[in-house]
C-alpha cells in the first residue's frame, strides 16, 4: 500500500495545518490483494443477514452550531439565540433555523436527536468520539485509536452488490484535516479504509482516477492474467479436494470485477443525472457530492460519506452560516424528496451531524474570545449539546428525540451519547452491535461499548 502526499489542508483553530495522504490501491490491483478484502467481508457477514440498507452520512467537519441548525432557542437572550429565526416546519412543534427553508417543508421525513453529548470539546476528541464511539485522542495525540463504525459495517456487510465498493468517501475521507482520519478501518486493516473519489463532483471534466487501469495496463491484460490464474488454480485443485480454490476463484473474480467492470464505472458517472437533478442538489461540489452518494448506495455501496468542511466559525459566524446552510438545506432536501420517489428512503439511512455543537453564548469576536477571533463575533468549541439529522432506512420521521435546555447549554431531556446514535444505526444496517475484533494487541473488542437502540426511532 502505497502512500502520496497531497500537501497541506486549511488549517484549523489551534493553527497546526494537516497533511493528507491518499491510499493507492485500485489501479494496483496485483499488489493490493482485494481478494482478501472479500475473503475477510465474507467471513464476517453474519448468517441469515437479510437487510439491505445503506448509510449516507453528510460529515459536517468542524462542528455546526446546533442553535443554528436543528436546535433553536427562539427565547433565550440574544446573545444565546443568535442572528436568525425559527420557523415552523410541517410537523407542528418542530422548529428549525429560517436558513433551512426546505427542509422545513419536509420535517416528517426525518427525525432530529438534539440531546446528543460528549462533553469534549476538542476537535479530535470529539471527532473520534462521534466517528469511532470512542475517545482517548486529542489535539496533542491525535491518531485514531478505534475503527470508524462505518467501516465496522464495512467489514461486517461488504457491499450491497457484488462489484461496487463496500465504503466510500466523497471527494475524500477527512476528519479535522486528517485524511482518512477518525474513518479509517484501524485495526481492522487498511483495506477497510474508505474508497476515496477524490475531485470535485461538480467540475465539468469529472472522474474517478483511482477506478482507472495503472498506466500501460489495459482490460485485455487484466483477462490475460485471469486467464494465468485460472489455469494456476486448475492445478491447485487438483491437490485441494476440499472447495477452498473455487472459494478463492469467487474472491479474486469479485476483486477483478470491481477494476474490470463496468458496474462501478457507470455508478460513479455522475454526468448521466439530467442537469434537473444536479440542480435539485446544488450546482456545488456539496450537493453533487451528495448526489453522487445517492448513486452509489443505489448501485450497491453500503456506506458512503459526505465531507463537508469549514464550521469552525470562531468568528465571522454569520458569514460562515450564510454560506454553509443554504447548501446543505438544499442538498438535504434535495437527496430525501429524490429517494423518496425512488422508493429507496426506507432502504437508505441519511445523517447529518459534525464532531461537535457549538457554545451557545456567541462570542464578542476579539474582547475576550479565543486567541484566533477576527473582531467579528462567533461561536466556540462545545461537545455538551449537540443535534444528530436522521432520516429513512426505516426509521420514524418527524420526532424530536430529546431537548436541551433554555439555553441550549447541555441535555435537558433524554441525554445520549454517540454509542446510542451507532446501536441505531447497527440496527437499520444489519450489524451485530456485540460483534468484536481484536485489536493490533489480539485483545478483542466490541463494536459499540455503550448505549442502546433510540426506542423512539424505531
Known sequence: MFRVSLGSTRRYCDGLPRR??????????????????????????????????SLILIWLDGGPSHMDTYDPKPNAPAEYRGIW??????????????????????????????SVHHDAGDHFTGGHWMLTGRGGVSGAMNPQKSPFF????????????????????????????????????????????PFETEG???????????????????????????????????LHRELDRSGT?????????QAFDLVSG???????????????????????SWGQSVLLARRLVEAGSTIVTCHF?????HWNHQGTMESHLPRVDRAVHGLLTDLQERGRLDSTLVMVCGEFGR???????????????????????????????MAGGGLKGGQIVGSTNRLGERPAERPLRPGDIHHTIFHVLGVDPDIAFKDHSGRPIPAIDHGAVISELV
Open 359 to 389: 457554545t451557545p453564548r456567541m462570542n464578542d469576536g476579539g474582547n475576550g474570545g479565543p486567541p484566533m477571533s477576527k473582531g467579528t463575533p462567533g461561536r466556540d468549541h462545545w461537545g455538551n449539546a449537540l443535534s444528530v439529522m
Open 200 to 234: 470535485d463532483p461538480n467540475a465539468e471534466n469529472f472522474q474517478v482516477n483511482n477506478l482507472n487501469l495503472a498506466g500501460g495496463l489495459t482490460v485485455d491484460r487484466l483477462e490475460d492474467r485471469g486467464l494465468l490464474n485460472s489455469r494456476l488454480d486448475r
Open 262 to 284: 463496468s458496474q462501478a464505472r457507470t455508478a460513479f458517472d455522475i454526468s448521466q443525472e439530467t442537469p434537473e437533478m444536479r440542480e435539485r442538489y446544488g450546482r456545488n
Open 20 to 53: 493528507s495522504f491518499v491510499q493507492l490501491g485500485l489501479a494496483g490491483l496485483g499488489t493490493l490483494g482485494l481478494g482478501d478484502v472479500f475473503r475477510a467481508k465474507a467471513a464476517a457477514s453474519p448468517a441469515g443477514a437479510t437487510k439491505d440498507t
Open 150 to 193: 462505518g467501516a465496522i459495517a464495512g467489514k461486517v456487510l461488504g457491499p450491497r452488490t457484488p462489484g461496487m465498493p463496500a465504503v466510500v468517501g466523497v471527494p475524500y475521507a477527512m476528519s479535522i484535516g486528517l485524511r482518512p482520519g477518525y474513518f479509517g478501518g484501524h485495526y481492522l486493516g487498511v483495506e477497510h479504509n
Open 85 to 114: 429565526r425559527h420557523i415552523p416546519t410541517n410537523v407542528p412543534g418542530f422548529d428549525i433555523t429560517e436558513m433551512f427553508p426546505l427542509q422545513a417543508q419536509i420535517a416528517d421525513l426525518y427525525s432530529v436527536v438534539r
Open 245 to 253: 480454490a473455487e472459494a478463492m476463484d469467487q474472491f479474486e473474480q
Open 309 to 313: 468542511g469549514g464550521w469552525d466559525s
